[in-house]
């Protein structure tokens, strides 16, 4: 059911299924594991790298799934998609790991500045993310 509401959300036939809003942002996660305080401690972290980033109108989806996929002809383990607005990330099967905070923090350098290479030196993970999973 969560897939057809997802699917409908993409083309535009409805509402995302939101488990919390931050600045604007929806944020679904398949596995339950993000909780706002660290989305928004990632955000936070990214704000100081690319300057505070509108999430307002875009959908962040942490998917079930462990494995990489298809992000436009690449395999990816997270995903910034610019029409929609949406940002997916994978599962990891370690949440101390802070793998898909690392990934968030990236894709939110694509939210930010559309045009970013990733040899633009913004998009370096900060040593204090790792912080955040040991809270």
């Known amino acids: 059911m969560r897939k057809l509401v997802l699917l409908l959300a993409l083309a535009g036939c409805g509402e995302h299924l939101c488990d919390f809003e931050v600045r604007g942002g929806c944020v679904f996660d398949e596995t339950a594991a ?17 300057g505070t980033i509108d999430l307002d109108g875009w959908y962040f989806h942490f998917l079930a799934s462990t494995e990489p996929f298809d992000c436009g002809g690449k395999e990816a383990v ?42 633009d030196p913004r998009f370096a993970i900060p040593y204090t993310i790792f912080g955040l999973c040991q809270e």
């Open 78 to 119: 997270g995903c910034t998609r610019y029409g929609p607005e949406v940002v997916e990330v994978f599962n990891v099967s370690d949440p101390l790991d802070c793998s898909r905070e690392a990934v968030l923090f990236h894709e939110l350098g694509h939210v930010a500045d559309h045009g970013a290479s990733h040899e």
């Open 34 to 50: 993000m909780t706002p305080d660290r989305f928004l401690s990632v955000v936070r972290l990214a704000d100081k790298s690319w």
